[in-house]
């Protein structure tokens, strides 16, 4: 008896092995480094970089080309109610109310449009036409009577305050001889886009360097297409749409950027955007301003929070800082030309030296003495305040809603009867809410796309060469095993009959 040892044979020729494992091993590898490789890359972001990349011939490039409806601009005039009491000196204070809305909607084009990819900009001269829109007036405007100061008369009688009493004497005449009034009774359409004021014509024809329209309306002189102005945004993403220049000033040259002395934040573009669109990948920690040629002045941001809507979709909300109309370091080159109260901003140097400012809607945050002799108003944040939303990934404005004030500033004077009762006074004129309106489909359809759908199928991808790369591994341990481990089985040979032989001996072992 004794122990034997066998084989067992393998059933897969051993070539065959080795060319599965030279195929199926590195495809295997490489499908758990691409689901690592798509794990770590923000291939969403990247995208999105692309699709919204400032170049020729690219998406965002042919949008600009197109003309575009935009922000939405609702006017609310300010009706004097007790125009003839105040006047005859019966009663002190001013009474107003608010009358409207009546709102426009933009219509923007870019004229012009130049994209200079070496120099890192885009030139373009915007162009703004509006339509009314009555579905969210509450009347035509045509049809509705308002009374209202007359800015012609009292904005030069305040500038005329300051001259001497031979010019005052003579300017009053002038008024008597004009019948010019102090109060005006006249529709909506022609506050805001033009009504008849025999001074405005006189200073028209005898001024034409000075006054260069014959009819005044506070929205035409806004939206006037006279005074054409072109502008350099940056394209490079992390700046995208940062305004860089204006008529070749990097600065508002009506507020001194040209002196060197006198340039600082207050009238630099340094963080400031139209507010039509921002950078991509933006961080909440990003100074922003925004800036519209109307406003004669940059509005600041303040970065409230970020939230998550019921979307899915990621917004960083901002507001306009209640440091925007206030006295401080970064407001001080509005200060220089004679009107610098709390709470209003000086708009003369960008409409023809006429004393109008700027504010919030109502005086919001404004000084409290501006309130003294005026009845009426009642500023709340909720109506008067504003809120911007930004998309952060690709820069996409979701809504904007903010209020600008404009104001007649009456200086101190005493030669005309009518105008004296207005001095020393920061008259509300009217105010205009700018709200975007709701995203188009294709917008909301692409914010679905990186938050829900894209995220999604990034997952799927993930998972899909995830469990590929450790299917095919676990194949090729299993053709590699059985050659690493030998299966050995040992057993005991036992003799059988026929394999009995004779002892072959010559001495017997017994002797007989």
Known sequence: MEYIKTKRKDKVPSKTIKQKLLTFLPMSMASIAVALLVSSLDIIQMIADYR???????????????ETPGIHVSAYLFNITNGDAFLRGEEDKLKVEEVGPFTYMEVRSNLDLEIDEKAGVMRYSPSIKTVFLPNESIADPRDVVVSMPNIAMLSMCSMISSHGYFSQVAFSLLLDHLKSQAIVNQTAEEFLWGYDEPLIKLGNTMLPGWISFETLGIMDRLYDKKVPYRLEVALDKLEKFQVKAMNGYRGLKVWDFEDPTKRTECNSFTGAYEGIAYPSQLDPGTPLKIFRNVLCRFLELDFKEKLTLDTG???LSYKISKNTY??????????GRGTCISGISDLSPCYYSLPLALSNAHFLDADPKIFERLEGLNPNEEEHGSEILIEPKIGLVIKTAFSVQVNLVVNKNDFNKQAERFSEMVIPVCYFKLVQPELIEENKYNLKLMYIIGPNIVLGVQIFFFLLGLLLLAYCVHLILPRLVKIRSKGIMFQTPKQDKPLATKVPLIKS
């Open 52 to 66: 919204c990349r400032l170049a020729n011939g690219s998406e965002i490039h042919t949008l600009l080309l197109k």
């Open 326 to 335: 206030a006295i401080n370091n970064k407001t001080e080159c509005l200060c």
């Open 313 to 315: 979709v990621e917004a």
